[in-house]
């Protein structure tokens, strides 16, 4: 566990660029040996409004490594977070419970709060608004979206004391996760159940892509699937139901627009307040 901690520790860009782009590189192909849905579209046309969130959200992340990097160095310094109250553990008890943490702040946190505020909700709703969920959603985040995740995160190494070869390794983790789940693969109903025990599959994570709550507001998890089932957010669906889009905003020609993507937080919309019906 040490080598693999010291690797992350150093992990060269290279490498990340390599795990982000081999990831989508590999998902892209299963999704055409074995697709959940048979979309018409073309999937490069498709996949370009995708692929520029993906870049912005690249930009925002690598020009804001420094404060990543300077947070981590000051709460292990300074012997801060949960880390430090378990530091006569086993390493690998210790790393799966800073990866296990940072995926609740990093990830699940700031998911479920962007989907409770409004105007949060209008952000994040250019990830939503993707009607044909494949591999390339995964990083369809508007740039203040990138931003608010990130703040989410350094909060997150703040709570948890976490070195840098942790907050890496999540990273990593977090790229492959994402790029699985969104992945438009059919995998066998049961064997996608099973890893639902225990860390986000696609069935499970593409419910929360359907188009109508209380759906939309379900499955919030990124990796681990325990932070839906202890606060009462997972749900299931059967998945040929599945709609993808959000049923207020249909327009997709807009929806796959750049353009029309960047101005989508600013327009006026309120969030249902009452209890959604049971679809």
Request: hydrophobic share 45%.
């Amino acid at each position: 566990m040490e080598l693999i901690l010291d690797y992350f520790q150093n992990i060269p860009t290279t490498h990340r660029t390599i795990l982000l782009v081999g990831g989508i590189s590999f998902f892209w192909i299963l999704e055409g040996i074995s697709p959940l849905f048979i979309f018409n579209y073309k999937k490069w046309l498709h996949a370009i409004p995708n692929f520029f969130f993906t870049l912005t959200t690249i930009i925002i992340n690598f020009s804001l490594a420094f404060l990543l990097l300077n947070t981590s160095d000051w709460v292990v310094s300074n012997e801060i977070g949960v880390l430090y109250f378990i530091d006569n553990l086993p390493l690998i008890i210790k790393i799966f419970v800073g990866v296990l943490l940072l995926d609740f702040f990093g990830a699940f946190l700031a998911h479920y709060v962007e989907h409770r505020f409004n105007f949060l909700w209008m952000i994040h709703l250019v990830h939503h608004s993707d009607h044909k969920v494949d591999t390339t959603t995964g990083n369809r985040h508007h740039p203040l979206e990138s931003l608010i995740r990130f703040c989410f995160t350094l909060f997150g190494v703040i709570i948890v004391g976490a070195p840098i070869g942790y907050i890496m390794l999540y990273q990593s983790l977090s790229v492959i996760s994402t790029q699985f789940t969104h992945a438009n693969i059919r995998l066998n109903k049961k064997v996608d159940k099973l890893i639902s025990y225990f860390f986000v599959s696609p069935d499970m994570h593409k419910i929360h892509h359907h188009y109508r709550l209380p759906y939309t507001d379900a499955n919030y998890g990124n990796i681990f699937s325990i932070w839906d089932r202890i606060f009462g957010t997972y749900m299931d669906l059967d998945r040929e139901k599945l709609i993808y889009g959000v049923d207020v905003f249909p327009d997709e020609k807009k929806n796959s627009n750049i353009k029309d993507l960047l101005k989508q937080p600013f327009q006026k919309y309120q969030r249902p307040t009452h209890e959604p019906k049971k679809y």
